[in-house]
T-cell receptor, first 115, second 110 residues
């Protein structure tokens, strides 16, 4: 138990569906991250939020829309995805995004399959 | 951030020490060395980090060479639950992001 909870753990969606991934952290951290892990590829950073403000967008297509209503919650809204977007989506948190120890706390991920 | 080079896979017998190497020959003076691991179908887990001194915690030891161009993560008594992909990352402390490579797949066998 890392203190970072992701739901759902598994999601299957069609290309025309709209769905959302949710992440919640109970660690009192102020920075939250979305990473994507495709099969046989390294983790790719998608977004960084620090004190609810987006500080990094790693050239992610607009069909992925993040939302950070407060420092404890992070969402990833999904719309008109492609089959190649099928991957493990990982949420992480840290005390803050700058000048931190580099220790990220990851959730267990949401396994997304796009049909 | 400096790039790292790790062997794609390693084997270790249960109960023996696992020594995972990492090359980071272009590391800068202000870059730290981090180790994470990822057990199958789980999120990555922080293990340890260091700048130039050797470090030890309850999970592992980190040995950094004097020229800082390479390091070794040591799991002193590997168990089957240590089977995972181990990532070596170098990062400037002030930067927010960690860039993961392909890591080393460590297989611990009975």
């Amino acid at each position: 138990e890392t203190g970072v909870t992701q739901t759902p753990r598994h999601l299957v969606m069609g290309m025309t569906n709209k769905k959302s991934l949710k992440c919640e952290q109970h660690l009192g951290h102020n920075a939250m991250y979305w990473y994507k892990q495709s099969a046989k590829k390294p983790l790719e950073l998608m977004f960084v939020y620090n004190f609810k403000e987006q500080t990094e967008n790693n050239s992610v297509p607009s069909r992925f829309s993040p939302e950070c209503p407060n420092s404890s919650h992070l969402f990833l809204h999904l719309h008109t995805l492609q089959p190649e977007d099928s991957a493990l989506y990982l949420c992480a948190s840290s005390p803050q995004a700058r000048a931190n120890t580099g220790e990220l706390f990851f959730g267990e991920g949401s396994r997304l399959t796009v049909l | 951030d400096a790039k790292t080079t790790q062997p794609p896979s390693m084997d270790c017998a249960e109960g023996r020490a696992a020594n995972l190497p990492c090359n980071h020959s272009t590391i800068s003076g202000n870059e730290y060395v981090y180790w994470y691991r990822q057990i199958h179908s789980q999120g990555p887990q922080y293990i340890i980090h260091g700048l130039k001194n050797n470090e030890t915690n309850e999970m592992a030891s980190l040995i950094i060479t004097e020229d800082r161009k390479s390091s070794t993560l040591i799991l002193p008594h590997a168990t089957l639950r240590d089977t995972a992909v181990y990532y070596c990352i170098v990062r400037v402390m002030e930067y927010s992001t960690l860039t993961f490579g392909k890591g080393t797949m460590l297989l611990v066998s009975p």
